[in-house]
């Protein structure tokens, strides 16, 4: 675990106006000294492969170095659903995820594993999305290392597999929406930096396997992203009714995908030195960045394709201790005018 830990969810509250993401010099994201120290960067950082699959290795270069006992995460790259609820399991044991293809390990994560030698690998995900030939591959790509799937029969019984392992008594949840992946992905950032689970759930009714791992628990805070036609206000009364003072249970969401994530960047880092930024229009480049973004304490801003809408430009103008800025994927991914043009 680390040593620091975050603001916790009960702290969520605020207000803050906050801007435009800043244009700078583009870079890949290079090592640095040891385990959980952040990408060592001011200004504008990108940290982009030639896919998905690379862009998740130098991500995970950035912040992350061998270390003796060290654990590595992987998931599907081709599907978001099991990253998502891995990356704050990932970020809890101070490790990066890596990504693959269902039926073979691409060169990136191999050459990744290669050099963070981990002692024990966890794969988020049944054998529809990484197979057991995968699996024999990690093993010869980190020889010595333990390899262990983690799965459940969908991806609700996956991500209750998940917080059962990693998190077996939390003391807060986040929850979102499992069928589509932006709400989760700066829903699990705001998890990680809490070292809580994020628990998926369908829009209108809680899964049976996430209904009955809740009745399990009573949270001291908890969080719910989304708006309601996206994690439905009978839901969001649930997670309350699982929360010691219902006081503590609060939502942020907004209009859209983009809206919603500076709601939850102003909520839950209100301030933050660094943000890191992806793309709102597809997964991939995303997924691996949220144990880089509990690193780093960053919240995830999502961007669309040609400008920075004004609710994420009004959190980071307005957050004056933000220096660094960290964007995850190619310049395809997140163009030069989402960096420089308002919506």
């Given amino acids: 675990m680390r040593l620091v830990r975050r603001s916790t969810l009960s702290a969520l509250a605020a207000t ?3 801007s435009t993401v800043c244009a700078g010099a583009a870079q890949a994201a290079t090592p640095v000294p040891k ?3 952040p990408f060592p960067y001011v200004g504008l950082v990108r940290a982009a492969g030639a896919d998905r699959y690379e862009t998740a290795a130098v991500i995970a270069q950035g912040s992350f170095q061998p270390s003796s006992g060290s654990t590595v995460f992987i998931a599907s790259g081709e599907a978001p659903a099991d990253a998502l609820t891995a990356g704050p399991a990932a970020a809890s044991l101070d490790a990066p995820l890596l990504l693959t293809r269902a039926g073979d390990l691409p060169a990136a994560t191999a050459t990744e594993l290669a050099r963070l030698k981990p002692a024990t690998v966890y794969v988020v995900g049944g054998t529809d999305r990484v197979s057991d030939t995968v699996l024999t591959a990690i093993g010869t790509a980190a020889p010595g290392s333990t390899v262990t799937r983690i799965a459940g029969s969908s991806r609700y019984e996956t991500a209750v597999d998940v917080a059962e392992k990693f998190f077996p008594n939390p003391e807060g949840v986040v929850v979102t929406r499992g069928d589509t992946f932006p709400d989760a992905l700066s829903g699990g950032a705001a998890a990680a930096s809490a070292g809580v689970p994020v628990m998926i759930t369908e829009p209108t009714s809680i899964p049976a396997p996430v209904a009955q791992w809740m009745s ?5 805070s908890s969080l719910v992203v989304g708006s309601s036609t996206s994690v439905s206000d ?4 649930t997670v309350a009714s699982r929360t010691s003072d219902p006081a503590d249970a609060t939502r942020v969401g907004g209009a859209d995908r983009y809206e919603t994530s500076a709601a939850v960047a102003t909520a839950v880092f209100p301030d933050a030195s660094t943000v890191v930024i992806a793309t709102g229009d597809n997964f991939p480049d995303a997924l691996a960045g949220v ?5 780093n304490a960053a919240p995830m801003l999502l961007l669309p394709k040609d400008c920075t809408p004004a609710s994420l430009a009004t959190y980071v103008q307005g957050n004056t201790n933000i220096s660094g800025e960290i964007i995850l994927g190619g310049p395809t991914s997140v163009t030069a005018e ?3 043009t308002n919506c």
Avoid at 216 to 220: C, E, M, S, V
Wanted: without cysteine; glycine residues 4%; charged residues 0%.
């Fill in 16 to 18: 803050a106006l906050l």
């Fill in 35 to 37: 385990v959980g120290t």
């Fill in 216 to 220: 399990q628990h009573t949270f001291a």
């Fill in 234 to 237: 009978a839901i969001a009364a």
């Fill in 291 to 295: 144990p880089a973004a509990a690193v």
């Fill in 338 to 340: 989402a960096l420089t």
